[in-house]
């Protein structure tokens, strides 16, 4: 039987090393609802309420270890992150030093985006005891300010489109 092919959603051409913004989704194994838990405070009439994120045991793992990742890489800053109950967005930033991050010039493979997610998934994997990760990851690399800008208001604004799934406090 052969398998579908799946359509490559990286730039050809790209280094995805090289300094530069880049937005990044990391979903749970099956789409699993273990990482938080989103909810709105009491309801009243004709006032709209803001959703919270509750992180899950797996969530607050997650968090710590995402907080950390500036340790790990130097070059590297995480400017927004959310997570969400079956998957994590980051919007992440490589700063160039010394003309390049890291050690070595990292081939497409061991990119430093693919490392960065690598190492995320290796740490919370082993204090969770369990691989809760699916095996792939989106990315994108921002174009601009403008789309820099979009993705940091989609960040900020996602727990919104999760009302269906929301409890009451």
């Avoid at 509750?54 to 607050?60: C, H, I, N, T």
């Amino acid at each position: 039987m052969e398998l579908p092919s799946r359509k490559a959603i990286r730039l050809k051409n790209y280094s995805y090393s090289q300094s530069g913004a880049y937005f990044i989704t990391i979903c749970t194994l099956e789409r699993k609802k273990i990482l938080s838990k989103i909810a709105v405070g009491t309801p009243l009439p004709g006032c709209p309420q803001e959703p919270c994120i509750e992180l899950l045991r797996y969530g607050q793992i997650a968090e710590k270890f995402i907080q950390q990742m500036s340790r790990f890489y130097n070059y590297l800053s995480v400017d927004k992150y959310i997570i969400m109950p079956d998957h994590i967005h980051l919007l992440i930033t490589i700063h160039e030093t010394d003309g390049h991050p890291g050690t070595g010039v990292p081939t497409k493979r061991s990119s430093v985006i693919s490392r960065f997610v690598g190492t995320f998934k290796r740490y919370c994997n082993k204090e969770y005891g369990e691989n809760i990760w699916q095996s792939r990851y989106y990315d994108h690399v921002v174009r601009n300010q403008q789309d820099y800008n979009e993705i940091w208001e989609y960040i900020e604004n996602n727990p919104i489109k999760w009302m269906d799934d929301m409890y009451y406090l």
